[in-house]
C-alpha cells in the first residue's frame, strides 16, 4: 500500500491549488504514482509525479502535462493552474513595477516589458521548450525569445504570433491588442532608425563641407603678417649745421 500523501504546506497559494488538484485528479482514477508511470510509458517516475503533488516546488510544465493527461484530467486546465503558480511564485521575487497594457505600448521598449510580463504570466516556460511547442522550425528560435526577455531587440510580428500562441493568448480581442501594439511599436522603431540615418548623412555632409572649405584657398585664414623689424637707435649724436649760430649769437668758429 503506498504511502499516505502529507498536507500541502506553501506559502504560494498558486502552488498549494495545482498540489491539491492534482491529488485530487489521481484519487478520481484510483492510481498510485507507480501506476501512473506505468500507464504513461515510464515518460516519468512514480518518484517524479509523487513530488509535482507534493507542493514543496513549482514542478516541470511537462511532469504537470502527463499527470493531468494519466488521470483523464483536463490538460488545459493543468496548465493554467500551473502558469498561476509560476506567476505567484515570479511575483514574490520581483514586485509588479510599471508593467504597460498592450494598449498602452507605443514603442520597443514597451511592447518588451508587456512581452516579458506576459512570459512570466505564461509561467516562464524554458525557451528551448517554447521553440518546440511553436512547432516549425525557427518560427521563435530560443535565441530570439531570449533577445526579447532581456530587451535587446523586438519580434518580427510571425514571432509575435508564434509567442502568443505558445503562452496561452486565444482570445481574439486580446490578439488584436497585441498586434495593435506591435504595429505602434514598429512604426516608431522605423521613425527612430530614419531620424538615425538622416542624423548621420547630416554629419557626413557638415565633414564634407568642412574639407572642401579647408582645402579652397579662397577660404583658408590669412597669413598673420610679420612684426616689423625694429632698427637700431644711433648711440652718437647728429652733427649740428654748421651755420647755427651758437648760444651767444656768434657763428661757430
Not at 32 to 41: I, N
Not at 95 to 104: L, Y
Not at 161 to 167: K, M, P, S, T
Request: hydrophobic residues 35%.
Amino acid at each position: 500500500m503506498a504511502r499516505p500523501e502529507q498536507p500541502v504546506s506553501t506559502s504560494n497559494p498558486g502552488l498549494a491549488k495545482l498540489a491539491e488538484w492534482l491529488r485530487a485528479h489521481r484519487r478520481a482514477a484510483g492510481l498510485t504514482h507507480r501506476e501512473m508511470a506505468e500507464r504513461s510509458g515510464y515518460d516519468f517516475s512514480a518518484t517524479t509525479y509523487s513530488r509535482a503533488a507534493s507542493g514543496n516546488q513549482v514542478p516541470r510544465l511537462p511532469v504537470v502535462e502527463a499527470y493531468a493527461r494519466t488521470c483523464g484530467a483536463p490538460v488545459g486546465q493543468a496548465r493554467r493552474l500551473w502558469q498561476a503558480a509560476r506567476y505567484a511564485e515570479h511575483r514574490r521575487r520581483y514586485p509588479r513595477a510599471g508593467v504597460p497594457r498592450p494598449d498602452r505600448v507605443y514603442d520597443r521598449d514597451g511592447l518588451n516589458r508587456a512581452l516579458q510580463e506576459l512570459y512570466y504570466k505564461a509561467g516562464a516556460i524554458p525557451v528551448d521548450e517554447m521553440e518546440r511547442r511553436a512547432g516549425a522550425h525557427g518560427e521563435l528560435p530560443h535565441s530570439t525569445v531570449l533577445r526579447m526577455l532581456s530587451g535587446k531587440s523586438m519580434f518580427e510580428l510571425p514571432q509575435l504570433v508564434a509567442f502568443l500562441r505558445v503562452c496561452d493568448v486565444t482570445d481574439g480581442v486580446e490578439w488584436g491588442r497585441w498586434r495593435s501594439a506591435w504595429h505602434r511599436a514598429h512604426r516608431h522603431r522605423e521613425v527612430e532608425r530614419m531620424a538615425r540615418r538622416l542624423a548621420r548623412l547630416h554629419e557626413a555632409s557638415a565633414r564634407s563641407r568642412r574639407s572642401a572649405r579647408d582645402q579652397d584657398p579662397a577660404h583658408r585664414s590669412p597669413a598673420t603678417p610679420a612684426e616689423p623689424r625694429s632698427l637700431p637707435y644711433p648711440s652718437v649724436g647728429l652733427a649740428m649745421p654748421r651755420n647755427r649760430p651758437t648760444g651767444d649769437g656768434r657763428p661757430p668758429p
